[in-house]
């Protein structure tokens, strides 16, 4: 009787022994698995299309509400014709305006309207987003080519990016509203980095724009 209950005892242990492994390495297993499908709005993995159509809305919307605003006409004619170059930007030698988020929200970048970086910086870098923003301008005398530079220029776009654009219309009349130069309307500016579409022509539109948002 002895030798059986020690068998016994033995083979229990054994089995305690063996679940008490087994729950370990599955434990393992689920905590190694957990941290490897951990995937960052950054990286190159596919997106949803539902979400991705979710942002691309937001991206437009972020556009349609700065314009409402007049965020847009304005961020694009903040240029400072004294200095040559648009008001207090990152100096990046690539680019004619390379503004931070922070700088996008102060008053004397956009104005009274501030609301675009605002929503860039909730919606977008807050939660992890990277973005660019491109000013699209046409060019030659009829406009038929077209040019462009960055106001915010944050890297290259991943092959996951997605882009809303939002045209503005620039007229001659309408003044420069960097500090020190907002006596100047676009008509008379000498080294404003959009040129007019056709200097001869006679009317008061000076260029159309497209003020274009890359989000990844």
Known sequence: ??????????????YTLEGFVGAVIVLTAVLFALQSVVITPTTGGSVDRTVQAQLEQEAQDALVVAESEGALSHLVR??????????????????????????????????????????????????????????????????????????VYQGQPSPNAFSAGHMVTLYENQRLTAPDSEDQSLGDADDYPIPPINENADGNLYNVVEVRLTVW
């Open 78 to 151: 903040n240029w400072n014709e004294s200095e040559g170059e648009y008001h207090n930007p990152m100096e990046r030698p690539s680019g004619l305006g390379n503004y931070t988020t922070e700088q996008l929200n102060e008053s004397n970048v956009v104005g009274s309207a501030s609301t675009f970086g605002e929503i860039l910086e909730k919606r977008f870098e807050e939660s992890g987003r990277s973005y660019n923003v491109e000013v699209v301008y046409r060019d030659g005398d009829h406009g038929e080519n077209s040019s462009s530079f960055y106001m």
């Open 1 to 14: 009787m002895t030798r059986s209950t020690n068998r016994e005892t033995d083979r229990g242990q054994a």
